[in-house]
């Protein structure tokens, strides 16, 4: 089943086209893989379908139940993550922020929802630990964690992988993959030709001329 | 001591006492979110600001002068908040601009047509605080506690969302959170904390209380709800400490309650470093 289509869609910002023509669908348990170079408007299309920035031209469907609130997403880490206090469960807690609505505080099943996750990626014991203290590839687990809080079906991950060590790096190709087989639909940016290839089943070629290839 | 108690049995200095404790709490529950944020500078910022509407209050002989201040920070604090989202540089050099330009105008205008006989003096009240905290009025004390409450609850209510709005705001949007509005309150938020606390500490010394103790507790707490608890402490106990030894020393409140704030900042980065 499709979840989510994209169509004839132009990607940017208020200046100008970053990307455009772009034309793809995916279905429900894809692991498709986004490449292409710096400034191919790789992170633009990313937020244009989570709803961050507008679309220019084109259009998005969201089918299977899904919108673009309830997709999670792992976004780049920023400076400001790097040396933040706050605890492993408080980051990850904060992924059932869009389950609050107007309730000041988290219920009984959030805080069960976050464990959950937390058990799934092996950091279950790093609960009170503090976020800055931690390793990157640890950092990223944690961020992943936060994410499936908020995901019901489909991921949303930006270069996941960008500025581990390869241990790391592939500890955390085989947690994603763990979850595509266990139904989760993944949709990544990533450098990394050579991972995409091997557990991509869709791949989107963004040109430096906008033209989307695959 | 004795001396102490002894004092406290004016009501001025209950009244100083109350309102101290009070602005340093708020400052410093909001002061871990704008140090996150890099937002720090946006408080200096706004002090300055307030002090040129205060100036232009002082001008107009405007009985009232929160009538003018209340405004022109909050709305100095919304449109520095927009340029910084929209560009780093412009934000910082906008916000320079806007700081020591207020500054100036402020201080000119105060030099020009102010009637009052002693405008070195005035100049440097509102600067520093000096003492007029302790010639607060039961109405200003009421306004006090009445906005430190509404802060507080605000504070309280939205914590989970300010966490997470400070933490990843990508993250927050993606996720459907309106992060504009919580940037917005926090904006309106800082605005108030800081009039209120040229009252206690003047406008050059309000980003002292926002960002020591947040910046004190950080060396030693790891979570944020610790370090929002631990700010919130220091603030109090630094407010408490100030104010007392002002009174008995007859030191400027303002200064005092700093000095105390860096003090301790001093202890828990030795503490840290100990640590290891």
Known sequence: MSQLICKNLNVGYEDGVVASGIDFAVESGDYLCIVGENGSGKTTLMKTILGLTPPLSGEIYFEDGLSSKSIGYLPQQTLVQKDFPASVFEIVLSGCLSKLGRRPFYSKEDKALALEKMQKLGIENLTSKSYRNLSGGQQQRVLLARALCAAEKMLLLDEPTAGLDPAATNEMYDYIKKLNDEGMTIIMITHDLEESAKYATKTLNMGKDGVCHG | ?276
């Open chain 2, 1 to 276: 001591m004795a001396n102490l108690i002894e004092y406290l049995s004016f009501p001025f200095v209950r009244y100083a006492f109350i309102a101290g404790v009070l602005i340093a709490l708020c400052s410093s529950l909001l002061g871990v979110t704008l140090v996150l944020k890099r937002f720090s500078f946006i408080g200096d910022g706004l002090s300055h600001v307030a002090f040129g509407a205060m100036a232009i209050a002082a001008v107009m002989s405007i009985s009232n002068e929160m009538l003018v201040v209340m405004p022109v920070t909050i709305i100095c604090a919304v449109f520095l908040l927009k340029r910084s989202q929209s560009s780093t540089v412009k934000g910082d050099a906008s916000l320079a601009m806007l700081s020591v330009g207020a500054m100036a105008v402020g201080y000119l205008l105060l030099n020009m047509f102010s009637t009052s006989a002693n405008i070195a003096g005035d100049v440097c009240s509102t600067l520093f605080g000096s003492t007029s905290i302790l010639t607060l009025q039961g109405t200003d004390i009421a306004i006090c506690v009445v906005m430190s409450i509404i802060v507080i609850g605000a504070f309280v209510f939205l914590y989970n969302k300010i966490f997470a709005v400070t933490f990843d705001e990508t993250f927050a949007k993606a996720t459907g959170t309106n992060t504009e509005i919580y940037n917005l309150i926090i904006a309106l938020i800082t605005a108030v904390i800081i009039v209120l606390a040229m009252n206690l500490v003047g406008a050059l010394l309000t980003s002292a209380l926002i960002v020591f103790p947040a910046l004190s507790s950080m060396r030693l707490f790891s979570s944020f709800k610790q370090v929002i608890i631990c700010s919130a402490v220091i603030a109090v106990v630094a407010a408490l400490v100030g104010i007392s030894l002002s009174i008995l020393f007859s030191t400027p409140v303002g200064a005092t309650v700093v000095v105390i704030n860096i003090v301790i900042f001093l202890i828990f980065s030795a503490i840290e470093k100990a640590r290891g």
